[in-house]
């Protein structure tokens, strides 16, 4: 199981917005570590999409916006396109209870775009 | 423009070993970290753990610990992974990807390798 949690799938139609939620811990989230976002499009390596909950990269369109509050996060993204269909990810870190630091991802959710 | 790129797919045994590569270019190491993420079938990422190439510390996920090795050739800026005793479980396509060191973000990611484990 992921230490961050994620819904499996969410989907829309084109134009319209949906938000991938982000569940973590105060091991991770909660303990105010960034929560980042990635997106892989079929056959694709990952890319950043979001980083420091809310950064837009160079050349992420502002349709991509990204928050944080507490111990979860979200991905929201408005305008839907076909070409957004993929899978996405949240990551942070987990300080755990051995306090040996580590990334960890969210299980990824699957975008289909209607 | 930063780029990395990965080796080509292999096709290990069970109780083999695989070494997977990844070249930088467009930048140097310095002040970056190099992490590795694999991605099994029908499931989501998988930190594995990463090597700042200009110290050569690592850092291995527990899960990973004495079953894989990072390691990195400054003067090719390449870095490798090489992971010992593979089972089917191992079958994924792997992934490094580059750290601005305490981000805890990945910000360029290689192609990938898919690493398939068959008798």
């Known amino acids: 199981q992921s230490v961050l949690t994620q819904p499996p799938s969410v989907s829309g139609a084109p134009g319209q917005t949906v938000t991938i939620s982000c569940s973590g811990s105060?091991?991770?989230?909660?303990?105010?570590?960034?929560v980042h976002w990635y997106q892989q499009l079929p056959g694709t390596a990952p890319k950043l999409l979001i980083s420091?909950?809310?950064n837009r990269p160079s050349g992420v369109p502002d349709r991509f916006s990204g928050s944080k509050s507490g111990t979860s996060a979200s991905l929201a993204i408005t305008g839907l396109q076909a070409d957004d269909e993929g899978d996405y990810f949240c990551?942070?870190?987990?300080?755990?209870?051995?306090?040996?630091?580590?990334?960890?991802f969210g299980g990824g959710t699957k975008l289909t775009v209607l | 423009q930063v780029q990395l790129v990965q080796s080509g797919a292999e096709v290990k045994k069970p109780a083999s070993s695989v070494k997977v590569s990844c070249q930088a270019s467009?930048?140097?190491?310095?002040?970056?970290?190099i992490g590795w993420v694999r991605r099994t079938p029908g499931q989501g990422l998988e930190w594995m753990g990463g090597?700042?190439?200009?110290?050569?510390?690592?850092n291995y996920a527990q899960k990973f610990q004495g079953r894989v090795t990072f390691t990195a050739d400054e003067s090719t800026t390449t870095a490798f992974m090489e992971l010992n005793s593979l089972t089917s479980d191992d079958t994924a396509v792997y992934y490094c990807?580059?750290?601005?060191?305490?981000?805890?973000?990945?910000?360029?990611w290689g192609q990938g390798t898919v690493v398939t484990v068959s008798s």
């Open positions: 990807a580059r750290d601005v060191v305490g981000s805890h973000f990945f910000d360029y």
């Open positions: 105060s091991s991770n989230i909660g303990a105010g570590y960034d």
């Open positions: 467009g930048d140097t190491f310095d002040s970056y970290g």
């Open positions: 090597i700042i190439p200009a110290f050569g510390t690592t």
């Open positions: 990551q942070s870190f987990d300080i755990g209870l051995s306090g040996r630091g580590r990334e960890v």
């Open positions: 420091y909950n809310t």
